[in-house]
């Protein structure tokens, strides 16, 4: 049974930071690509950062140079490290495994950037 756990989101201010963890189990979490997605409501899904198994990143362009994406094979974890929030970054971020045909989602954990 495969598992993403999400944990690390809250409520902050403007200009503060977060790191989200997502910690998969029944997957070869180092053939996956991870990725980190978020949802307001009324609006789709979107995705925010990227990391392939090879380590090659990719990022929206409303979160560059303030997000950082990483991840830690031994521990079957992804990380996203978030600088400088502002309120357009409030929303359900979600954890993605992706390989192949295979796509995996976390239950969401909640980010609230206001003053």
């Known amino acids: 049974q495969v598992q993403l756990v999400e944990s690390g989101g809250g409520l902050v201010q403007p200009g503060e930071s977060l790191r989200l963890s997502c910690q998969a189990s029944g997957i070869i979490f180092s053939m996956y690509a991870m990725g980190w997605y978020r949802q307001v409501p009324g609006k789709q899904r979107e995705l925010v950062a990227q990391?392939?198994?090879?380590?090659?990143?990719n990022y929206v362009d409303s979160v560059k140079g303030r997000f950082t994406i990483s991840r830690d094979d031994a521990k079957n974890t992804v990380y996203l490290q978030m600088n400088f929030l502002n309120p357009e970054d409030t929303a359900i971020y979600y954890c993605n495994a992706n390989y192949n045909a295979y796509y995996y989602w976390g239950q969401g954990t909640q980010v609230t950037v206001s003053s």
């Open positions: 990391i392939r198994s090879s380590g090659r990143t």
